[in-house]
């Protein structure tokens, strides 16, 4: 069975700080597929990165950045200084392979003060 | 281009009372995927529709249940309803099964009383 743990359950950062989201995952598989979301107050999930389990490469978004670390089964997600706009719940999911159910970790709140 | 709608955005229902909810996806997607979102559970897999048919389910019982329209919009049915069903539905949708972006809906917010 797969499994995600987000073990930060809230964090709290002053505007222009940097920030970083803890994500674990537990799976067998060999081939998977890693994604973190945003979801704001308006509570829509939006869609920010996916990663194929055989590209360990780390990705940079503006400021958003992400490191894939296999050897530690772990997907963190950094966001460089941060504004009060990054203020939403972020949830790291897991794919296997097969199928298209995705297995969400319980969130990390994320409140961005002024 | 216009988001993936759910209606309606707020519902109040009794125990034992049924439910249905609608999404409809973004224009040109055919997949769509219904999570359920609990405080205590987090977000859960429902089921997935594509062309019309059921690819997936979850872990859920057999009150919960669904279908897709040849229009690609899909509902979710949920019957008898218990206290523990109080949640934030999210309906997300993709081109295919195979696109793994996915744009969700704002959600229904169902409160069981």
């Known amino acids: 069975a797969q499994k995600v743990t987000q073990a930060q359950t809230e964090i709290s950062v002053v505007e222009k700080e940097d920030v970083t989201l803890d994500c674990v995952y537990e799976t067998r598989d060999t081939t998977y597929y890693l994604f973190w979301y945003k979801q704001p107050p308006s509570g829509e999930l939006v869609f920010l990165i996916r990663?194929?389990?055989?590209?360990?490469q780390n990705e940079i978004s503006g400021r958003y950045s992400w490191n894939f670390q296999k050897s530690t089964s772990s997907f963190n997600f950094t966001i460089t200084a941060s504004q009060v706009v990054d203020s939403a719940v972020y949830f790291c999911a897991l794919r296997r392979e097969a199928g298209n159910m995705l297995t969400f970790g319980g969130g990390t709140r994320l409140m961005v003060k002024p | 281009k216009a988001g993936v709608t759910q209606t309606p955005r707020y519902l109040i229902k009794t125990r034992g009372q049924q439910v249905t909810l609608s999404c409809s996806p973004i224009s040109g997607h055919r997949s769509v995927s219904w999570y359920q979102q609990t405080p205590g559970q987090g977000l859960q897999f429902l089921f997935e529709y594509f062309s019309e048919t059921q690819r997936n389910k979850g872990n859920f019982p057999g009150r919960f249940s669904g279908r897709q329209f040849s229009n690609s919009r899909s509902e979710m049915n949920v019957s008898t309803l218990e206290l523990g069903d109080s949640a934030l539905y999210l309906c997300?949708?993709?081109?295919?099964?195979?696109?793994?972006?996915?744009?969700f809906g704002p959600g229904t917010r169902l409160t069981v009383t």
């Open positions: 997300a949708s993709s081109r295919s099964p195979q696109d793994d972006r996915k744009y």
């Open positions: 990663r194929n389990s055989f590209d360990e």
